[in-house]
C-alpha cells in the first residue's frame, strides 16, 4: 500500500523532535518511558487540589527539557501542589508521550512543537491544548571543518537530522530551499543528502565519517563538537529575535476542563522554576544536570553541559508565531498536509499566572481558543 506524505510525517515528527534532544539512555529517540516519583517533601497542612490524589507529569530527558528537569529536581511542582503528589514519566519520544496523554498515562507534559502540531491535527483538535512555553533554541548545523569550511560547502555533503520530519528535519529542510537547492523530502536525496540518524549514534557515525555534520538539538550538538566537529550555524540567526520554539507545554483537554487548579498550580511551579533558572544559570545548570543522572543513570560532561546550557532559552512563552511557522515550513517541504491549528492554544490559566506574578502576558499569535 503506498504511503502518502502526511502518513510519513506522523511516523517521523517525533520532538525531538521537535523539538530533538537528549534523550534518557543516549540521545536517542525510543518508544520507552521511565516513571519516577517526586522526592520532594510535601509540607505539613497541605491540602490536595481539585481532590487529586496526583498530577501526572511527562517530560524528556533533555536540556531542552530543563523547566520540568529543574522543576523536578528543586521541588517547585510539588510545592505549588500541596498534598497532591506530582508524579514524574520520563519520555524518549513524542510519540509515546501523545500516546500516554491521550490513554490518561499523563495529564500534562513538556514535549516540542512538532509532535504537538501533529497530535492535535491527528485528533482533529480535540486531544490537546498547549497551555504554555518552556524554551528557544539549543539547535544547531555542525560540521567536520575538514570537510565543510562556508555553508555554500555544505552542497554535496551527508548531514544528518534526527528522523523524517522531526522539528530539526522539516527546519534543514527549508534552510536547504532558502539556498536554492534541491532535495526530495521524503528520500532526503538531492543537491544535499539528509541522512536521518538516531540521535544516540549521530555521534559514532560523524566519528567514522559517515556523515560530514548534523542538524540537530542539544546537547547533540555540543557532544559532536566535542570530538572536533565545528559550529556553522546556529538556528536562533535564522528567526526574528533570535527566538523559536523547542518546548512546549500541553495538557489534555479532559484534564484542563475538569481540574483547571491543577493546571494552574503545575503553570505556577513553571513560571516560578523559569524565574530561579534565569537568576540562577550555574546552579540550575547543575540541578537540571542531577536530574538528568537520577532519571538516566548518567550526567553530561561538562564540556558537553556548558556550552549546550549557554545555547538554550528559558521562557514562559509560547512563541505561537513560530509554531505556526514550522508548520508551514512543513507544509512547504511536502511533509504535511494544511494542518488546522486554531484553537491549539489555550494561555488563559498561564496569563492569569502571569498577571499575579506582575509580568507580561503572552500572545497566542491568534491560535487560541475562541
Known amino acids: 500500500m ?23 539512555a543516549a540521545c536517542g529517540y525510543g518508544s520507552d518511558s521511565k516513571d519516577t516519583d517526586s522526592n520532594a517533601k510535601v509540607a505539613a497542612g497541605s491540602k490536595k487540589i481539585d481532590g ?45 508521550e501523545i500516546e500516554a496523554l491521550n490513554s490518561g498515562a499523563i495529564d500534562i507534559g513538556w514535549i516540542g512543537p512538532s509532535p504537538s502540531i501533529n497530535g492535535y491535527t491527528k485528533s482533529d483538535g480535540k486531544n490537546l491544548r498547549i497551555i504554555g512555553g518552556s524554551a528557544s533554541g539549543g539547535v544547531k548545523l555542525v560540521v567536520n571543518p575538514k570537510k565543510i569550511k ?20 522539516v527546519a534543514f529542510l527549508n534552510w536547504i530551499a532558502d ?24 555521534p559514532d557515525a560523524y566519528k567514522a565519517g559517515s556523515i560530514d555534520g548534523a542538524w540537530v538539538p542539544e546537547p547533540t550538538a555540543s557532544k559532536l563538537v566535542a570530538e572536533g566537529a565545528k559550529v556553522l550555524l546556529d538556528e536562533a540567526d535564522l528567526w526574528p529575535d533570535k527566538k523559536f520554539v523547542i518546548t512546549n507545554i500541553i495538557v489534555s483537554q479532559k484534564f484542563l476542563k475538569e481540574h483547571p487548579k491543577a493546571v494552574e498550580a503545575v503553570l505556577k511551579a513553571s513560571v516560578d522554576t523559569n524565574k530561579w533558572i534565569n537568576a540562577n544559570p550555574d546552579e540550575a545548570k547543575a540541578a537540571a544536570n542531577k536530574q538528568l543522572e537520577t532519571d538516566s543513570g548518567k550526567a553530561l560532561p561538562a564540556e558537553v553541559l556548558d556550552p549546550a546550557w549557554k545555547s538554550i532559552q528559558i ?12 508548520a508551514e515550513h512543513a507544509v512547504k517541504a511536502g511533509l504535511l498536509e494544511n494542518p488546522k491549528l486554531d484553537g491549539i492554544y489555550d494561555l488563559t490559566l498561564l496569563n492569569k499566572v502571569l498577571a499575579a506574578a506582575g509580568e507580561s502576558k503572552v500572545d497566542d499569535a491568534g491560535l487560541g481558543v475562541k
Not at 536525496?189 to 540521535?199: I, W
Not at 521562557?315 to 514550522?326: F, G, I, K, V
Open 315 to 326: 521562557t514562559n512563552d509560547p512563541l505561537a508565531s513560530t509554531l505556526n511557522t514550522e
Open 52 to 96: 487529586l490524589d496526583s498530577v501526572k507529569i511527562g517530560y524528556f530527558g533533555n536540556l531542552t527539557h530543563a523547566t520540568a528537569l529543574v522543576g523536578n529536581q528543586k521541588g517547585f511542582f510539588q510545592k505549588e501542589l500541596g498534598a497532591t503528589a506530582a508524579k514524574y514519566q520520563i519520555f524518549n519520544a513524542g510519540p509515546s
Open 2 to 24: 503506498p504511503v502518502n506524505r502526511s502518513t510519513l510525517l506522523r511516523r517521523g515528527i517525533a520532538v525531538v523532535a521537535a523539538l530533538p534532544l537528549l534523550t534518557l
Open 150 to 169: 562556508s555553508l555554500k560547502d555544505v552542497k554535496g555533503k551527508k548531514i544528518a537530522t534526527p528522523q523524517l520530519g522531526n522539528t530539526q528535519d
Open 179 to 202: 539556498q536554492g537547492w534541491k532535495v526530495d523530502a521524503e528520500s532526503g536525496k538531492g543537491d544535499v543528502s539528509v541522512v536521518r540518524t538516531d540521535n544516540k549514534v549521530t
